[in-house]
């Protein structure tokens, strides 16, 4: 699939896997089906990685926890730019849901902090939004960053992602004395 998702055919799938075009369609409708299975597995490795770099960090406040959630996805997507184009502004906060609430290889302790994470989000006025709107931020900002260095390069650019993350938060607070 080097080519791309529209330049790749069926047959090229199931000759790179070595299964035959039966046992693809026993497990997926078509190519477009698989490519969307894969972008949330590899949406699911990048949440799960910042998760657990999140569990050695020992940050309490939940604003400081999605800011440092955020900040390890875009590290990890400066760090591998394939992956970034294999996403390719596919990173979504659906998909990112559905990896810890669905998780294929039964990792409760990802749903476990995911549960945790919805409730301290309580606090927040629709919560689900909030982190759509935050995913959507990351994934279509550090797109062009990363591979073409537009509007900057994404060391300038991140710390304004970083703020835009929080401002986010901030206009979803129920109490906005805080």
Not at 34 to 51: T, V
């Amino acid at each position: 699939m080097s080519q791309g998702i529209s330049k790749t055919s069926i047959s090229d799938i199931v000759d790179q896997a070595g299964v035959a075009k039966g046992t693809f369609y026993l497990y997926f409708k078509d190519k477009y089906d698989i490519h969307n299975k894969l972008i949330c597995h590899k949406s699911a490795q990048l949440l799960k990685n910042a998760l657990s770099r999140l569990m050695t960090a020992n940050i309490s406040d939940f604003e400081d926890s999605i800011v440092f959630i955020a900040d390890s996805i875009l590290n990890q997507l400066s760090e591998n730019p394939n992956l970034l184009k294999f996403i390719s502004k596919n990173l979504s906060w659906g998909s990112l849901r559905s990896a810890v609430t669905q998780p294929e290889d039964d990792d409760d302790a990802l749903t476990d902090i995911y549960d945790r994470l919805k409730i301290r989000a309580q606090g927040y006025n629709e919560p689900e939004i909030m982190f759509f709107m935050i995913t959507n931020v990351i994934s279509s900002s550090c797109y062009s960053a990363v591979l073409y260095s537009e509007p900057a390069d994404i060391s300038v650019l991140k710390p304004h992602i970083l703020g835009c993350v929080r401002d986010i938060m901030i206009s979803h607070r129920k109490d906005k004395t805080t």
